[in-house]
C-alpha cells in the first residue's frame, strides 16, 4: 500500500478508472452486481471512470481475454496492475479496497 | 451397449473395451509424473488424427506454448492441429491475489468460455487438466463444488467426451473427493519404486455401465506416447501353426516326432551355467536365417559382437545374416530398464522388424529387474504376443545346479509348449553336456538324455551308449568306445579266418571232386572201349556165320531155316 500511494503522489493526473464488468444475461446476480458497482461509482469516483459492461452470453469470446471464470467479474484495467472482484459487489468496503478507491469524505493522509 | 469413444492410446482400448465412455466424462488421477496430462493431450491428439474429432484442451497449469513443447519430443505438433481447426488449447489462468471476492458469484464464465471452445471447431472431445487448481484461486469451497458439480452435468448435454485429471489425495482418489463420483469412468495411474527401478501402473476403478480390465497394467511413457501393456490374449484363442522349424541341430530334430517345434510355439531352453544355452539358441537363430526366416535375438548378456565373434568360434556364423538384414541383434543390459520397458521394447521390435522368430537370452536375467511375479506376468504377455503373432519364440533360462528341474524360478514353464534341458552330467573328474527334452507338446519326443560336444564346426550330438548302469558318457564312454573297437576288431578277424578255412576246404573239395572225376573218365574210357570191342566182335560173328551159309547153300538149302533163329 505504501507503494501505491507513493504512485499516487507521482502520477495523480492518473487517477482514473477504466471498469469492466463481466455478466451472463440478466441473473440476479449479474443485476445486483451492476447496480451496485454504478452506486459505488456515482459516490467515489464522479467522473473519473469508465465502465464496460460486457454480456459473454452474446461476446463468449471475450472471456478467455481477461481469464474470466466467475460471473459476476468486476476488473480494474486501469489503473495497473489489474484487479478482480467477483461476486455480486454486495460488501462495498472490499469493493473499494479491492479496487483501491479511497472512500469519498476521507481525506487522504499524506 | 454403452457408445465409447476409443481412445487411440495403445492397449487402453482393450483394457477398457472400446474405449472411455463416449460423451461421459473420465476422470485420470494420479500422482505427480505419472503422465496425466500426457494421457489427456494424447487422447485428443488422436481423437483428432485417427477419429477426426476435434477436442478442446483446457489447461489450468500450463500454457499453451509450455504444453506444445512438452509433447513436441513425441511427434505431436499441437500449433499445426490447431492451425487446422482439430484442437483448441486455452490456458486459464488463476492467480488468488488478484481476485477479491465479495458476495454470491458462479462459474458461468467457465462454462462459457469452455462451451465457446467446443463450438468455435466443434469438439466431440475435452480435457480439462487439472480442474482442482479452481479450488485454490476461489475461495468459497461450496460454490466450487457444486459449479463443478454442475460443470460435469453440462458436459454430459454437452455430449462432449472429457477427461478430467486430478491429483491424488491421500487416502482418496482425488484431493477433493470429488471428482470420482461424478465421472462415469476413472483410470487411476500409479508410479511405484521398488528397488530403484520404476514402473508405472494403470488401473481402471470403475466404469459405469461396461466391464473392463480389473488389474493393474503397467504402462510406459516411450517416444511414441503411452503404451498400455494388458494382457493380448485374454482367452487363449489364437490360431496355431501346423508348420515345423528345425531347431538347427539335426541330431536335436531327429529327437523331435517331427523333427522340429511348431512355428508360433514358444521354446524354453533351461541348464545351469556353461551347458551351452546361448549357443543352441545361436544355432536356432541361424537356423531360422537359413530357411529364410527371420528373427530377433534378444542378448542380455553379451554384446551383439561378442555373441558373433564367441558363435563364430563354433562355425555359427551370425554376422552374415546380421548384414543380410535377417537377423537383428538388440543387446541390452536387464536393469537398463523396467520389465514394462524391455517388453515394450521387444513389442515394438517385433512391430517393427516382424521376425518369424524371437530369441531371448536369458530370461532368467529379467529376475534382476523385477519379482518373481512381476517377471512372470511379463512372460506371460509376452508368450501371450509371440503366440498370437505366430512367431517362435525360445527363451534361454539360467537355473542353479540346486534347484528342482521342474520349476524354473520364473514358473514360465507351464506356459512353454516345449522344454528342453540342458544339463552338466559330472562324473568322476570330468563333466559333460546332456541334453533331453522334457516336453513337446503336440509331438513325440526321445526321452534319451543325449551327451553333446561343441566343436569347431558345431553342435554334435553324440550317439546314445549305455553302458552296465545306464547311459555313459564322457570318459567312459571313450572307454567303452575303445573297448567295442578292440572287440569289433577281433570279430572281424575272427570272421576273416573262418572265411579263409572256408576257401580252404572248398579248394580241397574241388580237388577231390577234379580227381574223382579224372578217374572216372578214365573208367568211363576203359567201359567205352571194351563197349566198341564187343560191339566189333558180335559183327565179326556175324559176317563169319553169312560166309559160312554162302559156302553151303547149294547143298543144303535148309541152312537159311537153321540160321534163323539165330539172327
Known amino acids: ?110 | 451397449m454403452l457408445p465409447k469413444a476409443p481412445s487411440g492410446i495403445d492397449g487402453l482400448d482393450e483394457i477398457t473395451e472400446g474405449g472411455l465412455p463416449k460423451g461421459r466424462p473420465t476422470l485420470i488421477c494420479g500422482s505427480a509424473g505419472c503422465g496425466k496430462t500426457l494421457m489427456g493431450i494424447e487422447f485428443l491428439v488422436r481423437g483428432a488424427l485417427a477419429y477426426h474429432e476435434p477436442g478442446v484442451l483446457m489447461a489450468f497449469e500450463e500454457t499453451s506454448e509450455e504444453l506444445a513443447a512438452n509433447v513436441a519430443s513425441l511427434g505431436f505438433d499441437l500449433p499445426a492441429l490447431q492451425a487446422q481447426k482439430l484442437l483448441r488449447v486455452d490456458h486459464v489462468h488463476v492467480d488468488r491475489s488478484e481476485i477479491e471476492e465479495t458476495g454470491e458469484y458462479d462459474m458461468e464464465g467457465l462454462f462459457i468460455r469452455l462451451g465457446y471452445a467446443i463450438d468455435s471447431i466443434g469438439a466431440k472431445r475435452v480435457v480439462l487438466d487439472t480442474i482442482e487448481s479452481l479450488f485454490s484461486g476461489f475461495s468459497n469451497q461450496a460454490i466450487l463444488r457444486s459449479e463443478i458439480r454442475r460443470l460435469f452435468r453440462w458436459l454430459k448435454d454437452k455430449g462432449v467426451t472429457t477427461i478430467i485429471t486430478a491429483e491424488r489425495g491421500d487416502g482418496s482418489l482425488t484431493r477433493q473427493g470429488l471428482e470420482e463420483y461424478v465421472s462415469d469412468c476413472v483410470i487411476l495411474l500409479d508410479n511405484r519404486v521398488i528397488d530403484q527401478i520404476t514402473t508405472r501402473r494403470l488401473r481402471i476403478v470403475k466404469y459405469r455401465g461396461s466391464t473392463h480390465g480389473t488389474n493393474e497394467y503397467p504402462y510406459l511413457i516411450s517416444e511414441d506416447g503411452i503404451s498400455v501393456l494388458p494382457v493380448t490374449s485374454l482367452r487363449l484363442e489364437h490360431k496355431v501353426s501346423d508348420q515345423i522349424v528345425s531347431t538347427g541341430i539335426s541330431a536335436l530334430d531327429e529327437m523331435f516326432g517331427r523333427r522340429g517345434f511348431y512355428q508360433g510355439s514358444s521354446v524354453l531352453l533351461t541348464g545351469t551355467a556353461g551347458t551351452a544355452k546361448t549357443t543352441l539358441a545361436a544355432a536356432f537363430a541361424q537356423e531360422v536365417c537359413q530357411a529364410g526366416g527371420r528373427c530377433l535375438y534378444f542378448a542380455f548378456e553379451e554384446s551383439p559382437h561378442q555373441l558373433i565373434r564367441n558363435m563364430l568360434s563354433v562355425n555359427i556364423d551370425l554376422e552374415a545374416h546380421v548384414r543380410e538384414g535377417n537377423l537383428m541383434i538388440e543387446a541390452s543390459r536387464p536393469t537398463l530398464n523396467g520389465l514394462e520397458r524391455h517388453l515394450v521394447t521387444i513389442h515394438k521390435l517385433v512391430r517393427d522388424f516382424q521376425p518369424t522368430a524371437v530369441v531371448i537370452d536369458p530370461i532368467s536375467n529379467l529376475i534382476s529387474v523385477g519379482n518373481v511375479n512381476e517377471v512372470r506376468s511379463m512372460l506371460t504377455r509376452l508368450i501371450d504376443f509371440l503366440k498370437v503373432s505366430n512367431i517362435t519364440g525360445l527363451f534361454t533360462s539360467l537355473i542353479s545346479g540346486s534347484m528342482q528341474m521342474d520349476t524354473t524360478e520364473e514358473g514360465v514353464s507351464s506356459l512353454v509348449d516345449t522344454w528342453i534341458s540342458v544339463r552338466d552330467l559330472e562324473g568322476v573328474g570330468e563333466r559333460n553336456r546332456g541334453l533331453s527334452i522334457l516336453k513337446s507338446r503336440g509331438m513325440a519326443h526321445s526321452n534319451q538324455v543325449r551327451e553333446f560336444i561343441i566343436t569347431d564346426k558345431g553342435i554334435e550330438l553324440l550317439d546314445v551308449v549305455v553302458g552296465p548302469t545306464g547311459i555313459i558318457t564322457g570318459a567312459s564312454r571313450l572307454v567303452r568306445q575303445l573297448q567295442e573297437q578292440a572287440q569289433e576288431v577281433s570279430a572281424r578277424q575272427e570272421l576273416a579266418r573262418k572265411d579263409r578255412e572256408l576257401e580252404r576246404r572248398r579248394r580241397v573239395l574241388e580237388a577231390t571232386i577234379a580227381n574223382l572225376r579224372t578217374e572216372f573218365e578214365s573208367v568211363e574210357e576203359e567201359f567205352r572201349q571194351l563197349n566198341n570191342e564187343e560191339h566189333d566182335r558180335q559183327k565179326g560173328q556175324v559176317m563169319d556165320r553169312v560166309k559160312a551159309a554162302r559156302a553151303f547153300s547149294p547143298s543144303d538149302t535148309s541152312t537159311p531155316n537153321n540160321q534163323q533163329p539165330n539172327s
Request: glycine share 6%; aromatic share 4%.
Open chain 1, 1 to 110: 500500500m505504501e507503494n501505491q500511494a507513493a504512485a499516487n503522489t507521482e502520477a495523480p493526473e492518473e487517477d482514473y478508472w477504466e471498469l469492466r464488468l463481466y455478466v451472463a444475461g440478466q441473473t440476479a446476480k449479474s443485476v445486483a452486481a451492476l447496480a451496485n458497482l454504478q452506486k459505488y461509482c456515482e459516490q467515489h469516483l464522479v467522473g473519473r471512470y469508465r465502465l464496460e459492461v460486457i454480456d459473454l452470453l452474446v461476446n463468449p469470446q471475450l472471456a478467455e481475454g481477461d481469464q474470466i471464470l466467475a460471473i459476476p467479474t468486476l476488473v480494474r484495467k486501469v489503473p495497473v496492475p489489474i484487479r478482480k472482484i467477483i461476486g455480486d459487489l454486495s460488501n462495498e468496503e472490499r469493493v473499494l479496497v479491492g479496487l483501491d478507491i479511497r472512500p469519498a469524505g476521507h481525506p487522504i493522509t499524506r
